[in-house]
């Protein structure tokens, strides 16, 4: 749509026009659909047909929550995400971007500059589980890892005590089944270590001790 002030571009959910500081809808030298200056008394525009009208049509307000960039690191997300898979954060959790267009902002900014959309600040109100480090590891990889030593894939993603007791468990295991049990835990190592690696790599946190 277009700012009906000063005929600039502007976004639906835009409060104010980022070129002339007015209301995009408060003016009516322009059309709001094509741009087209118009003149103050008039209904239609003679450019795309555009009823006017005397009042000036109202925007639907942005709903509550919605956002298309993380406020911490800028990057893009989706509307509903609890948090940002580049920097870990909740989205709406900081000051530093838009949530509309991803432009710089500042502390005290209430408004975006660029785009007019007024800047959203919300902090979780749950209390999420933080992302364990090493998200970046490969679930492939963990399972490879595990087809070589049982347990070796879980020491990979991070779960020492539990890789070291599988590893235990299998030795022990072969030692008292001449090998039988020792293939199962074998087995069940490398599914675990897919499964863990694949939580792991998409930011979820997994306990020291989950299993699958």
């Known amino acids: 749509m277009h700012c009906r002030s000063c005929g600039h571009e502007v976004r639906e959910q835009a409060e104010i026009c980022p070129n002339c500081g007015m209301k995009p809808m408060d ?19 003679l450019n795309c047909g555009t009823l006017l009208g005397e009042k000036p049509l109202v925007t639907p307000p942005a709903k509550s929550g919605t956002m298309k ?36 902002t500042t502390e005290k900014q209430e408004v975006c500059t660029n785009c007019g959309v007024r800047l959203i600040h919300r902090a979780r109100a749950t209390v999420m589980p933080s992302i364990p480090q ?21 020491i990979y993603l991070g779960q020492l005590h539990k890789g070291l007791a599988i590893i235990a468990a299998a030795i022990m295991s072969g030692i008292l089944t001449g090998g039988t049990l020792s293939f199962l835990v074998w087995i069940v190592a490398i599914v675990d270590a897919y499964r863990i690696g694949t939580k792991v790599a998409q930011g979820q946190a997994v306990d020291t001790w989950e299993f699958f």
Request: proline content about 5%; aromatic content about 6%; hydrophobic content about 25%.
């Open 134 to 154: 090493g998200k970046d590891k490969n679930p492939t990889t963990a399972a490879i890892i595990s087809c070589f030593i049982p347990g070796a894939g879980q």
């Open 27 to 45: 003016g009516q030298e322009f059309c709001p659909e094509c741009g087209e200056a118009t003149k103050a008394n008039q209904k239609v525009c």
């Open 69 to 104: 960039h993380c406020r911490e690191c800028g990057q893009e997300v989706k509307e509903h995400a609890e948090i940002c898979v580049n920097c870990g954060v909740y989205p709406l959790n900081s000051r530093n971007y838009c949530q509309e267009c991803g432009a710089k």
